[in-house]
């Protein structure tokens, strides 16, 4: 925090799902939790951190449920897609294999009944099992595993497992890409710090490094890459509060410099 305050700019980027909302079987339903928005407002309006956020939801869907008055950039899929705060949205063409694939997986999650856990976003189908009991959950994921794997071997594809389900997706990008990207973009020397709850965070992790601090947000611990572990929502609302206050020590610090003598 010392360094968010000495520096000019800084980065923030940050998961959505089960990160800065808790988990809901209603995905349309996940919102922030309390006091979690507007925090993220006041330190986009300080002007100095740029807010990123991360998330295996398609870019758009994100937007609404965060119900913020300001341009927000938020990369999507995983990484695969990337929505700018001017609205503008960038990612890769959805080749025909890639659309055969997910076409396949999509019959046999019918022929299996599972058609009503599924996720359709760019490039990728995703099973969710959360909310099943432990057994159940058990059962679904290998049921998933038996049908996916040998589409996967046989098309363009990959399995990318997360906290409640699995995804069949195109290679190339994921949250490691997209954390390795904004580094590029910022430049050496910019604090930043990425928070995350999922096994796909970990990649954002690697990629982050000793380059930035990496936060697993998590109501229990596991095993992680990162670098510091705090409880949400009462953790996660005292680091984004701590953030806002250093930035705005930035802000004082730099309009008493300026306003200071010649």
């Known amino acids: 925090m010392n360094a968010v305050a000495q520096s000019p700019v800084s980065a923030l980027l940050l998961d959505y799902d ?29 002007g100095c951190t740029r807010v990123v956020i991360i998330t ?15 341009s927000l950039e938020v990369w999507g899929c995983h990484g695969l897609e990337r929505l700018k705060p001017d609205g503008t949205r960038e990612a890769p063409p959805v080749e025909e294999p890639v659309l055969r694939a997910l076409a396949e997986a999509d019959r046999w999650l019918r022929h299996q009944g599972l ?9 990728a189908v995703a ?17 998933v595993l038996l049908g996916w794997f040998p589409i996967a071997q046989s098309t363009p594809m990959e399995l990318l497992e997360f906290d409640g389900g699995i995804e069949m997706r195109m290679p190339g990008r994921d949250k490691g890409d997209a954390v390795r990207t904004i580094l ?14 999922d096994l796909t965070d970990e990649r954002a992790f690697l990629a982050l490094g000793t380059l930035g601090l990496s936060v697993l947000v ?35 610090r730099a309009n008493t410099e300026c306003s200071g003598p010649k």
């Not at 295996?56 to 300001?70: C, D, T």
């Not at 590029?184 to 709850?197: F, K, N, R, T």
């Open 18 to 46: 089960g990160t800065l909302a808790p988990f809901c079987l209603n995905r349309d339903q996940a919102l922030p939790y309390p006091g979690i928005t507007a925090l993220l407002q006041e330190i986009i309006a300080c």
């Open 56 to 70: 295996g939801r398609n870019a758009q869907e994100v937007i609404p449920l965060l119900a913020m008055h300001r």
């Open 115 to 123: 058609h009503n856990r599924a996720e359709f976003k760019t490039g």
């Open 127 to 143: 099973v969710h099992w959360r909310g099943l009991d432990e057994a159940a959950a058990a059962e679904t994921r290998s049921q």
């Open 184 to 197: 590029d973009e910022i430049g050496p020397e910019v604090p930043v710090a990425y928070l995350g709850d």
């Open 218 to 252: 998590r109501p229990e611990w596991r095993e992680t890459a990162a670098a510091l572990w705090i409880r949400p929502p009462e953790g996660l609302r005292k680091f984004l509060t701590m953030w806002l206050q250093a930035c705005r020590e930035g802000q004082h």
